[in-house]
């Protein structure tokens, strides 16, 4: 792993990495413990729709993907506050609709040539250096918001009527854990893909959620986590020619899987 640093879509891949793992580490945690990974692979597959949207108008494609998903993303806060007895059905259908849609608008532009696999699976290898400034600049957005409202989404994520009653801005705070999901899916894109992201998402803060016990320390295990599958991931990749960001994907559901199957024989040994 050494010797490839010394190109430099590897150093922008691992600097690429770094970032998108503390960020999956901070708000995956949020959306682990509040519930909502239903809701955070709407929005990620729901971003589809703004590929297609950036090659029509001719737009960076982060713009469009930036516009798209946070769009989606408050759609989906305000149908879920409304009516949370048939939210899963709506963002099912945003879900379905946005990557819909970014298909028929690829199709309609005439003479496209772009990789759909790199979009939908990720290609880490392939991030420039001016989409490092731009991810740099959305990682620190999102890090200063859960610092400042940290004590106010410890409240939400736990106990959402009590928190009300105690004069949280709960659904201020629905609505801006949403866009900072979307923020997160423009930066990992690029690392994993569109159809891997709810995994970075989920794996990492599941693990450590069983062996943490405060929200901030879970934050921290789930990015360190992130961070031990991406360079984990990026190595094998190079070294046996895989795909990045399935392969990262891969090393943290091993990781996963060895985890439940510890779980199980804790409960098999104590049960005896």
């Not at 532009?109 to 991030?127: A, P, Q």
């Amino acid at each position: 792993m050494i010797e490839a640093l010394q190109f430099e879509f590897m150093r922008n891949a691992l600097i690429a990495g770094i970032m998108a793992s503390i960020i999956c580490g901070i708000i995956g945690t949020l959306v682990v413990v509040n519930r909502i990974v239903f809701l955070a692979g709407g929005i990620a597959h729901a971003a589809y729709g703004g590929i297609g949207l950036a090659f029509i108008l001719e737009i960076p494609y982060l713009v469009g993907i930036f516009g798209f998903s946070l769009l989606a993303a408050f759609i989906m806060a305000g149908v879920t506050l409304k009516s949370k007895d048939r939210s899963d059905t709506f963002i099912g259908v945003i879900w379905a609709v946005g990557m819909a849609l970014g298909v028929l608008l690829l199709d309609i532009k005439e003479g496209y040539n772009i990789d759909l696999m790199s979009y939908l699976f990720g290609s880490i290898l392939t991030v420039p250096r001016n989409e490092l400034w731009a991810m740099f600049l959305l990682a620190i957005c999102i890090f200063a918001a859960v610092i400042y409202f940290y004590y106010d989404l410890l409240a939400m994520s736990y106990d959402n009527e009590f928190a009300k009653l105690r004069g949280v801005p709960v659904n201020f705070l629905h609505f801006m854990l949403n866009g900072m999901i979307a923020l997160s899916v423009v930066m990992v894109i690029r690392m994993v893909g569109l159809i891997l992201i709810i995994a970075l998402l989920t794996i990492p803060p599941y693990i450590a959620e069983k062996y943490t016990g405060s929200l901030s320390t879970m934050m921290v295990v789930s990015a360190l986590l992130s961070l031990l599958f991406t360079i984990s991931g990026l190595w094998l990749s190079y070294s046996i020619n895989l795909t990045s960001g399935a392969t990262i994907i891969m090393v943290a559901a091993a990781v996963f899987f060895v985890s439940r199957i510890v779980d199980w024989i804790q409960i098999i040994v104590n049960t005896k």
